[in-house]
């Protein structure tokens, strides 16, 4: 069998020399030579290549050999390269992982996401921005918690400047809700005067034993009508029982200003009023508002009582003089419901207005309109309120009024200087007017006695002969009763209370 050359040499190239000198000489001289003739050629092949590749892979042209140099440019034709551009490999990050440029810039754009639009970009920014709002707003409320309780545990001392400046805003807020809080219970006031006996008023007639003593000229008339709490949203929407509102007329045979600076007198109040036994001033709101405590005596069965009322007074252009009251609470002097031996029963003054004028008829006398509701508290039955109030309406106001009319006609002269040097020395802020002001009634007891009032409008006429305006005062007398014409006087001017009140707030 004849062998090809070829797969002869691979297959002796398989095995050591030693084998192979065994195959060749067990093959025979034939097989010995052709075997010898290949070694040969395969030997001078192998040495004539060396050369070339050592002078290839030290430099190129190092000898000068023809045939070497033509060796080189035969190898560096066979071995040449192709160009490949580095820094593109480089640039597509797979370089040093074997990864083709092509493959990655494939997979890169494949795995581009779309970019949002500037819609959403706004969207989440504000969204971000709300958020961080609202973190701030917590972190401003813990920061502030944090120091008023360091300010209390007395660790750091509060700015004072910071402190003043809240105080005066609270303030000033408290006084404007106070002076609307006024207006409101002098707008109710106006309207129990011009309701009529058609409305549920009754007349109330002076006690017969009594009537010679404290009302023979009938100047003074009133009337009666029970009605829920009238304190508007401040009222107790739990509360359904009815209390005794009443509204008197009287006319003082003495000058306006000579009864309002009898009134606001303190020493002057036991005179004329012996319900309030005990009083005192709880906070001011403002010159002319404020808080006061008094407390009753025992009435008939009705244990002493005790009240915490807001108190308000302001002058009309015509120089008319309006006291409003109504009751609130106050943390200094908590309320206790139930009668107890050693203490007073919570009473309240529901809602009341007191307006004090120029009589029509005659400029020398003054005209007082009272108008009052309140609640005798401690959870009194029904029909032992209405026992009380008959026997008390028939002789209380009557002898009120007659008391001050008797006091302010004897003490005449002392009132009037007491009044003009008031106006003397006054040093109050245009819009306030120095006239002492005050009254006392069962349910407060309030005194300014060095003035402080909202002028309406203006100068108020101290004098007779200083009026230019026509007064506005309720008549007496009639068993219908006449409403306060104040918003006729407003309307004429042009100017209301609002106004006046809005502008002199004082701190």
Not at 116 to 126: G, I, K, N, Q, V
């Amino acid at each position: 069998m004849t062998i090809p050359k070829r797969e002869l040499f691979l297959l002796l190239s398989l095995f050591s020399t030693s084998a192979t000198n065994y195959v060749c000489s067990a093959s025979g001289p034939s097989f010995s030579h052709l075997v010898q003739g290949i070694s040969r050629r395969g030997q001078a092949a192998l040495t004539r290549s060396i050369p070339a590749l050592s002078v290839y892979d030290v430099r190129e042209g190092i000898s000068s050999t023809n045939t070497l140099e033509v060796a080189v440019k035969r190898k560096k034709r066979k071995l040449a390269l192709p160009k490949v551009d580095i820094a593109s490999h480089l640039d597509g990050g797979g370089f040093y992982y074997g990864i083709a440029p092509k493959t990655l810039s494939e997979v890169s754009r494949s795995s581009e996401t779309q970019r949002p639009s500037l819609s959403d970009s706004m969207f989440e920014a504000l969204e971000e921005l709300r958020i961080l709002r609202q973190e701030m707003e917590t972190m401003r409320k813990e920061m502030q918690t944090l120091k008023r309780k360091m300010i209390i545990d007395g660790e750091i001392e509060e700015d004072s400047e910071e402190a003043n400046a809240r105080a005066l805003m609270a303030r000033r807020r408290r006084q404007k809700e106070y002076e609307k809080l006024a207006k409101e219970i002098e707008k109710w006031a106006q309207t129990m005067l011009q309701e009529s006996e058609e409305d549920g008023w009754k007349e109330v007639t002076c006690n017969k034993m009594m009537q010679k003593s404290l009302n023979p000229t009938g100047r003074t008339t009133a009337y009666m009508k029970w009605m829920k709490d009238s304190r508007g949203d401040k009222a107790d929407v739990n509360d359904s029982t009815e209390y005794p509102c009443i509204k008197c007329y009287s006319t003082i045979d003495a000058p306006l200003e000579d009864v309002c600076t009898y009134l606001s007198q303190e020493s002057a109040s036991s005179e004329y009023n012996d319900l309030v036994v005990k009083y005192k001033d709880v906070e001011d709101i403002s010159p002319n508002a404020k808080i006061c405590w008094s407390q009753s005596p025992q009435i008939l069965f009705l244990k002493p009582r005790d009240f915490v009322t807001f108190c308000h007074h302001r002058w009309k252009r015509d120089g008319t003089e309006v006291i409003l009251n109504q009751a609130c609470d106050h943390p200094d002097f908590p309320a206790t419901m139930q009668e107890k031996v050693g203490k007073a029963c919570r009473a309240y003054a529901i809602r009341g207005a007191n307006f004090l004028s120029r009589c029509p008829e005659d400029p020398e006398k003054t005209t007082i309109t009272i108008v009052a509701h309140a609640n005798p508290g401690g959870n009194v039955p029904q029909w032992a309120a209405k026992t009380a109030v008959n026997a008390l309406a028939p002789i209380e106001p009557f002898k009120l009024f007659h008391k001050i009319n008797a006091n302010v006609q004897r003490s005449r002269p002392q009132l009037r200087q007491r009044l003009q040097e008031a106006e003397m020395v006054s040093t109050l802020p245009s819009g306030r007017s120095p006239r002492p002001a005050g009254m006392a009634q069962l349910g407060y007891a309030c005194f300014w006695p060095n003035g402080g009032g909202i002028k309406e409008g203006g100068t108020i006429p101290f004098s007779n002969s200083e009026e230019s305006e026509e007064s506005s005062s309720p008549s007496q007398g009639s068993k219908v009763s006449q409403p306060v014409n104040s918003e006729a006087a407003e309307s004429a001017d042009g100017d209301s209370s609002g106004s006046s009140t809005d502008d002199h707030v004082e701190s």
